[in-house]
T-cell receptor, first 111, second 117 residues
Framework: GDSVTQMEGPVTLSEEAFLTINCTYTATGYPSLFWYVQYPGEGLQLLLKATKADDKGSNKGFEATYRKETTSFHLEKGSVQVSDSAVYFCALSDSDYKLSFGAGTTVTVRA | SAVISQKPSRDICQRGTSLTIQCQVDSQVTMMFWYRQQPGQSLTLIATANQGSEATYESGFVIDKFPISRPNLTFSTLTVSNLSPEDSSIYLC??????????????FGPGTRLTVL
């Protein structure tokens, strides 16, 4: 079945550092890929998405590119801020709309 | 995007009792989903609820433990029955996007934090 493998955390960074969170997937079809974010005390929000190979999703300075050849969707941000401290989830959805989530990566950005 | 509310936001329950969680959406949607997020863990899909039909449960989840209602296109309830401490989790409902821009996306409610003593 479909599955998502996500880089384990926690990750601690200084402000303005470069952030990468690795995500790879296994799927039988042609899934859509997502990054969701959960800020402290808040609900789950969609950060970005890509629906087909080579698509790049971007939002709030974060980017991720759908790489079919490596079955990956790594999240990157060039210069993180304290406000980026959150739990990040990689997820995929196949044709039935169901979401399969990765384990989540806790990111803490220190001033 | 859809605006989703859940009630209650949190509750503390005794083992053996049940808790019913409500999910209200500000627009009509075909599919609603219920997820569980156990402490420090990722989200796991419990079931998919379509209006007018029985909910479809994922492996490891059964209707007797997690009965779901879906009386109309804007509302659903999830009941967690015969509670045990292992049921302590955050329960979230979500709905699918219903326009081209939100194709294949899901929008999540704020969650219900359940603690079972």
């Amino acid at each position: 079945g479909d599955s998502v493998t996500q880089m384990e955390g926690p990750v601690t960074l200084s402000e303005e550092a470069f952030l990468t969170i690795n995500c790879t997937y296994t799927a039988t079809g042609y899934p859509s890929l997502f990054w969701y974010v959960q800020y402290p005390g808040e609900g789950l929000q969609l950060l970005l998405k890509a629906t087909k190979a080579d698509d790049k999703g971007s939002n709030k300075g974060f980017e991720a590119t759908y790489r079919k050849e490596t079955t990956s969707f790594h999240l990157e941000k060039g210069s993180v801020q304290v406000s980026d401290s959150a739990v990040y989830f990689c997820a995929l959805s196949d044709s039935d709309y169901k979401l399969s989530f990765g384990a989540g990566t806790t990111v803490t950005v220190r001033a | 995007s859809a605006v989703i509310s859940q009630k209650p936001s949190r509750d503390i329950c005794q083992r053996g009792t049940s808790l019913t969680i409500q999910c209200q959406v500000d627009s009509q949607v075909t599919m609603m989903f219920w997820y569980r997020q156990q402490p420090g863990q990722s989200l796991t899909l419990i079931a998919t609820a379509n209006q007018g039909s029985e909910a479809t449960y994922e492996s490891g989840f059964v209707i007797d433990k997690f009965p779901i209602s879906r009386p109309n296109l804007t509302f659903s309830t999830l009941t967690v029955s015969n509670l045990s401490p292992e049921d302590s989790s955050i329960y979230l409902c979500s709905v699918e996007g219903h326009d081209r821009a939100s194709f294949n996306e899901q929008f999540f409610g704020p969650g219900t934090r359940l603690t079972v003593l």
